[in-house]
Each structure stands twice: as structure tokens, then as C-alpha cells.
């Protein structure tokens, strides 16, 4: 069965039966775990696997095409930039941060070998989209490319906190108005694995009218 990396045009789809491909897919999904980045090592993903994995982002439903979400990639040369807003959005919030504290925070930025930011473009735009379905979006997005990375073999996760709001990530990743951080994409190459996390019921979230 081709991977779903390669799985690029209704051509390529129609070689599996429909069995097949809900298969290939609903394995995929349900398979995909959070590596945490401090278990995301090298390699990671080469520049054509990473232009794939934002391909598959561009997927998502995007009502009035108005591509709510933007994303930033963060290559190494550019992680002591991070690290050093990562330890002045601690300091910002908590002015009594011990120094272990702060490094602890900058630490973060060093972690997983592919590493970007996830920003929602929730101004003004048109049409009118309302920000709600607007962050469906960008969840969907992310969820793609997670799922796309998933396909080659790589791990990865996702990370947030009170970071995500800082002055200091806003100027770094020239943030505009209406645009908010999100959470940090990281992805690589996972030297341990969790067993299978337990997933509800279906009937624990579902009903009918």
C-alpha cells in the first residue's frame, strides 16, 4: 500500500478499493501518538518531506478561503532567539523566577530537530468568517501535517503555555493584530514511545436529537 506521503492526486487514490483506503486511513489516525519533544531526536524530516507535511496542512477545510492559519518554521541557527523569549515570557509573568526556572523554559526551544509555530489569523477578513470556524480550521491544519509526519515515521507533538500570549514570542514571530500563537509543532525521529493511549468510547461522545 502506498504511504500517505504519496498519496498526492484522485489518480494515485484510485488505485485503492474503498475498503482499502478507510482502512489505510482509520489505521493512521487512530495509530498516531504525542511524542514529547525531550524523546524527538535526529533525524528529522528533510526539506521535500516537511514541504509534504505543509501540503497536507493546506488541506484542511478552509470556508471562504480565507487560510486562517500561517506557520513559522524555527531552524536551529534560530533557536537561541526562542530560547531567550521563552525565558522572558517566564520573566514577564513571574518576575520571581529562580534562574533554573528560566533556563528550564529556554531549554524548550532546543528539543525536537524540526520545530515551527502554529499561528491562527483570527482579524478582520473577507468574506467574514466567523473566528470559532476559523479555529477549526487551523486545528484541522495541524492535525494534517501531525498526521502527514505520522505517515513517514516520525513523531511528534505539540506544545503551548502561558508562552503563547508573551509579549516577547509576539515580537519575535512579528505577530499582527488578530494573529495569535497557537502551539509549537515539533517532530523527529521518537527514541521512546508510550504504550497505545486508552481512547474513549464512541459512545461517551456521541448522541442523536
Same mark, same amino acid.
Given at each position: 500500500?502506498?504511504?500517505?506521503?504519496?498519496?498526492?492526486?484522485?489518480?494515485?487514490?484510485?488505485?485503492?478499493?474503498?475498503?482499502?483506503?478507510?482502512?489505510?486511513?482509520?489505521?493512521?489516525?487512530?495509530?498516531?501518538?504525542?511524542?514529547?519533544?525531550?524523546?524527538?531526536?535526529?533525524?528529522?524530516?528533510?526539506?521535500?518531506?516537511?514541504?509534504?507535511?505543509?501540503?497536507?496542512?493546506?488541506?484542511?477545510?478552509?470556508?471562504?478561503?480565507v487560510?486562517?492559519?500561517?506557520?513559522?518554521?524555527?531552524?536551529?541557527?534560530?533557536?537561541?532567539?526562542? +530560547?531567550?523569549?521563552?525565558?522572558? %515570557? @517566564? !520573566? *514577564?509573568?513571574?518576575?520571581?523566577?529562580?534562574?533554573?526556572? &528560566?533556563?528550564? $523554559?529556554?531549554e524548550?526551544?532546543?528539543?525536537?530537530?524540526?520545530?515551527?509555530?502554529?499561528?491562527?489569523?483570527?482579524?478582520?477578513?473577507?468574506?467574514?468568517?466567523?473566528p470559532?470556524?476559523?479555529?477549526?480550521?487551523?486545528?484541522?491544519?495541524?492535525?494534517?501535517?501531525?498526521?502527514?509526519?505520522?505517515?513517514m515515521?516520525?513523531?511528534?507533538?505539540?506544545?503551548?503555555g502561558?508562552?503563547?500570549?508573551?509579549? +516577547?514570542?509576539?515580537?519575535?514571530? %512579528? @505577530? !499582527? *493584530?488578530?494573529?495569535?500563537?497557537?502551539?509549537?509543532?515539533? &517532530?523527529?525521529? $521518537?527514541?521512546?514511545?508510550?504504550?497505545?493511549?486508552?481512547?474513549?468510547?464512541?459512545?461517551?461522545?456521541?448522541?442523536?436529537?
Amino acid at each position: 500500500m502506498p504511504r500517505a506521503s504519496t498519496i498526492r492526486t484522485m489518480t494515485e487514490i484510485s488505485c485503492f478499493t474503498g475498503n482499502d483506503l478507510a482502512a489505510f486511513a482509520l489505521t493512521l489516525i487512530t495509530s498516531r501518538q504525542n511524542i514529547l519533544p525531550r524523546r524527538l531526536a535526529a533525524p528529522g524530516p528533510g526539506e521535500s518531506q516537511v514541504n509534504d507535511m505543509f501540503r497536507a496542512a493546506a488541506s484542511a477545510p478552509d470556508h471562504g478561503v480565507v487560510m486562517p492559519w500561517r506557520f513559522v518554521l524555527v531552524p536551529q541557527d534560530k533557536r537561541v532567539a526562542l +530560547a531567550d523569549a521563552f525565558g522572558l %515570557a @517566564l !520573566t *514577564e509573568r513571574d518576575a520571581d523566577a529562580t534562574p533554573e526556572q &528560566v533556563e528550564q $523554559a529556554r531549554e524548550k526551544a532546543f528539543r525536537a530537530p524540526f520545530l515551527a509555530l502554529a499561528i491562527a489569523r483570527l482579524g478582520p477578513c473577507e468574506p467574514d468568517i466567523d473566528p470559532l470556524e476559523r479555529m477549526v480550521s487551523v486545528g484541522a491544519a495541524i492535525q494534517n501535517f501531525l498526521l502527514s509526519a505520522h505517515s513517514m515515521g516520525f513523531g511528534s507533538s505539540l506544545t503551548s503555555g502561558q508562552a503563547m500570549h508573551s509579549a +516577547a514570542l509576539r515580537q519575535l514571530f %512579528a @505577530l !499582527t *493584530e488578530g494573529e495569535q500563537a497557537v502551539c509549537c509543532i515539533n &517532530v523527529g525521529t $521518537a527514541s521512546k514511545r508510550k504504550p497505545a493511549r486508552l481512547r474513549p468510547d464512541v459512545a461517551e461522545f456521541v448522541s442523536s436529537l
